[in-house]
């Protein structure tokens, strides 16, 4: 047995929380987020051009629906001009904050010998991917807001939140970065045990793109595929924080989505642990 061989072996039985106590988590993110938030600040420029590069998508669906519901009388389902306005603005902040490590960076790390540097630090690997991506998010909202103006003064969306819906959405959209960091994590994981993956990710993403509001409100999707998705994690990464904000939902509605997202972020967070061990111990590495 090798070295890279122990290690994993060893850190293949440690829990996901390894550190006695939660201080020292608490120093690790905010350490890892002031260190993102700087180094982002400092390409402040290269993240604008990238929200921006973003908008073309949002805006071509706002377009098609606006133009659609203009052809029936003003709205589609509950959802006039203005609303899909507000829905495809409020869209660009939750893609943006859903962005998270791809699965495809996988292999590279593991390749490149990433992998094998992570295995010796004090704490799971995932720790360091949600901090530093967490800073990255705050940097996010703060570019985000301008872009958000000038989108509502171009197309004049519809939008007028309780105070209730204003806080769940500030907790939703937190919910939804943890959330689909745990899933894709996991997902990511696949490279352990086959290089035939590509197909996989093609896979869930279609099926995300579908079954999370993304590319069109769920309430305008016909109710199996609402019914569908009730079963699964995507809406609650994109759909419900958009439409706390948005409407229509009601505080019960913000409730069960909120609790929801508490389920599926215990879901992922437990699949991580296990599918963690059984992936290091699969993992191997050669160095010079």
């Known amino acids: 047995m090798t070295a890279t061989d122990t290690v994993a072996t060893t850190l293949a039985d440690r829990p996901i929380d390894y550190e006695p106590t939660w201080r020292a988590y608490i120093r690790l993110y905010g350490t890892l987020m ?6 982002q600040f400092q390409y402040r420029t290269a993240n604008y051009l990238y929200m921006i590069g973003m908008i073309a998508e949002p805006v071509v669906y706002l377009v098609v629906w606006q133009t659609i519901a203009e052809a029936q009388g003003g709205e589609v389902g509950g959802y006039t001009a203005g609303t899909f306005a ?11 904050m859903n962005i998270v490590f791809t699965p495809f960076g996988w292999e590279e790390r593991i390749r490149e010998g990433q992998l094998s540097a992570q295995l010796v630090l004090p704490v799971h690997p995932i720790h360091y991917d949600l901090g530093s991506f967490a800073g990255w998010k705050v940097v996010v909202i703060a570019l985000w807001l301008p872009i958000a103006g000038v989108l ?3 197309f004049r969306p519809t939008l ?3 105070a209730g819906q204003i806080v769940a959405f500030a907790v939703a959209i937190w919910g939804a970065y943890l959330i689909r960091s745990l899933f894709l ?6 490279t352990f045990f086959t290089t035939r993956v590509t197909a996989i990710f093609e896979a869930y993403f279609a099926a995300e793109l579908l079954l999370s509001g993304r590319l069109i409100p769920m309430a305008l999707m016909p109710e199996w595929v609402q019914t569908l998705a009730m079963f699964l994690p995507f809406e609650s990464t994109f759909g419900f924080p958009i439409t706390a904000l948005v409407g229509p939902i009601t505080q019960e509605e913000l409730v069960v989505g909120l609790l929801l997202q508490l389920f599926w972020i215990v879901v992922g967070a437990v699949a991580v642990r296990f599918a963690w061990r059984g992936a290091v111990k699969h993992y191997t590495a050669v160095s010079g």
């Open 185 to 190: 994590w996991l997902l990511g994981m696949l």
């Open 86 to 96: 507000a829905y495809y603005i409020v869209w660009t902040l939750v893609r943006n």
């Open 152 to 154: 509502a003064l171009v």
């Open 160 to 162: 007028d939140p309780t």
């Open 34 to 39: 002031r260190t993102s938030i700087a180094q």
